[in-house]
C-alpha cells in the first residue's frame, strides 16, 4: 500500500507539471495574439490617417472657367479658372501640381509649369488662387467652337478634379459653362 500511495503523488506531480506547462504555452500564445493585435491595430491607424490625409489635399476649382480664344490661332489659347483647399484640407505645394489636358478625346499630355501661373508658392487651407494655362505657349491646340477639352487638375497628395467642358458652338471668348 505504501507503493500505491508513491503513486498518486507521483501522478499528482506530473498533473501539475502539465498544467504549468499548459499555462505557461497558454499565456505564450495570448502574449503573441496580443502582439499581432496590437501590430494590425497600428497598421490600420497608418491607414486610415493617410486615407484622410489624402482625402483631405484636393484642389477644388469654383466652377467657372474663362477662355480665351482666337480661331485665327488654333481656337482656345488659354484658360483662367481659380482652385482652392478646403477649410480642413491640407496645404498644396503649386510647384508640384499636374494640370494634364486633353483635347477633343485626343491624346493629352501635361502642361508644363512655365505655362501655368502661378508656378509655385503654397496655397494654404482655405486660401484661393487664380490659375492661368497658356495652352498655346505650351503647344497645345486648344478646340474650335463646338468642340470640347478635358483638364485633370493633381495635386502632389490627394485626389484629382476633372473638368470637361465643352464649346459652344458660336464660342468667342469668356467663361465656359
Do not use: C, W
Amino acid at each position: 500500500m505504501d507503493n500505491h500511495t508513491r503513486e498518486n503523488a507521483f501522478s499528482g506531480l506530473e498533473a501539475a507539471i502539465v498544467m504549468i506547462a499548459f499555462v505557461v504555452v497558454a499565456a505564450v500564445f495570448g502574449y503573441s495574439m496580443i502582439s499581432t493585435g496590437m501590430f494590425a491595430t497600428q497598421k490600420v491607424q497608418e491607414v486610415t490617417y493617410a486615407g484622410i490625409k489624402q482625402s483631405a489635399s484636393v484642389a477644388i476649382t469654383d466652377g467657372l472657367i474663362r477662355g480665351q480664344y482666337n480661331e485665327g490661332q488654333g481656337g482656345l489659347i488659354s484658360l483662367t479658372f481659380s482652385i482652392s483647399v478646403p477649410e480642413t484640407g491640407e496645404a498644396i505645394d503649386l510647384s508640384k501640381m499636374v494640370y494634364y489636358y486633353v483635347r477633343e478625346n485626343e491624346g493629352g499630355n501635361a502642361v508644363p509649369l512655365n505655362y501655368v501661373t502661378p508656378n509655385s508658392g503654397i496655397l494654404e487651407s482655405g486660401d484661393n488662387t487664380r490659375v492661368r494655362l497658356n495652352l498655346q505657349g505650351a503647344g497645345f491646340a486648344g478646340p474650335l467652337a463646338g468642340g470640347s477639352f478635358t483638364l485633370e487638375i493633381k495635386p502632389p497628395v490627394g485626389a484629382s478634379t476633372l473638368l470637361q467642358r465643352k464649346l459652344p458652338s458660336g464660342y468667342n471668348g469668356g467663361y465656359i459653362s
